[in-house]
């Protein structure tokens, strides 16, 4: 009994095969019909359809975070998907109609381990904030202009600039306080070379030139490294730009032509569907008429 179910079986997939087969034989010239016209739409469509060009750059802050990049990114995309581009064009400093010219803009953080050597351990590092910046255009020529609008996008919102603020008052004080003590430094100096110290003393007190002007020496180094951060102290600052490729990223061709196929032998397959139910349908009448 289940050695005739199992040739049953056999024999109803040999015959749905067969009936495929003839099928495909039935319809191969207008399966390749579809299928040369998909591809052809395909093709048509890679060549015609707008490009899209991608380009990354990279800037490095002390002030950003994950959590506020993440607003900024969010803040840019949804004006790009409202086609906002008056208020785009105020945010990045170029002209509405080059903002036309962009797909997206999107922002990536990363905040990298500093190495502390032995020297440094107890005081407190700054860990650099590294911002990855990618962007789809279909008009690579903006690029040198969108790169410096992102840049003073970085540099000039609200909680940037008063972080620069800050760091700026912090340094700023620092270098007062130093310029302080070495006036103080300097005056005792004096006084020491020219005795009025040991006198008011009574000599009680053994005090070393040298390591007074040492001391001395030491702030001014300090106050010259204060002076150079304070001259660097930026929102961001640039370590990559954007580079410009002829290459577009999108529409890629072998895709478009893939989907362009896929499209053909979908709609022959609705084709060949039709005729088949049609003709089912034909002889269905025609048994009835008998």
């Known amino acids: 009994m289940e050695k005739r179910e199992s040739s049953s079986d056999e024999i109803d997939l040999v015959d749905l095969l ?36 991608e380009s990354k750059m990279m800037v490095r802050s002390d002030f950003l975070t994950e959590s ?34 962009i797909n997206s803009i999107s922002f990536e953080g990363v ?3 500093k190495i502390v050597s032995e020297k440094q351990i107890g ?16 008009n690579p020529d903006i690029l040198p202009k969108l790169e410096k609008g992102i840049i003073s996008y970085l540099e000039n919102n609200p909680y940037t600039k008063e972080q620069v603020d800050q760091k700026k008052t912090f340094y700023n004080k620092i270098i007062k ?12 100096k004096s006084r020491i070379y020219k005795g009025d110290f040991f006198e008011k003393n009574g000599g009680n007190i053994m005090v070393n030139p040298a390591d007074v002007n040492a001391e001395i020496i030491k702030m ?18 640039l370590v990559e730009g954007f580079s410009r490729f002829n290459k577009h990223v999108s529409p890629k061709k072998i895709v478009s032509l893939a989907a362009g196929a896929t499209f053909g032998l979908f709609m022959v397959a609705l084709v060949i569907l039709f005729k088949s139910v049609r003709s089912l349908l034909r002889k269905a009448e025609e048994n009835q008429n008998q």
């Open 68 to 101: 506020y990049v993440e607003k900024l990114d969010q803040l840019l995309n949804n004006i790009i998907i409202d086609g906002n581009h008056e208020l785009l064009a105020s945010k990045l400093g170029i002209t509405p109609e080059e903002t036309g010219y």
């Open 220 to 237: 001014a180094e300090d106050k010259f490294t204060y002076e150079k951060e304070l001259r660097d102290v930026s929102a961001v600052n």
């Open 18 to 53: 067969l009936k495929f087969v003839l099928l495909i034989k039935r319809n191969f010239w207008l399966i390749v019909a579809f299928f040369v016209v998909g591809t052809g739409l395909g093709y048509t469509y890679s060549m015609l359809a707008q490009k899209q060009y």
């Open 123 to 138: 005081e407190k590092e700054v860990i650099p904030f590294y911002l990855f910046i990618t962007t789809r255009i279909s």
């Open 177 to 188: 306080k130093l310029d302080e003590e070495m006036i103080v430094l300097e005056e005792f």
């Open 111 to 113: 905040r990298k381990e």
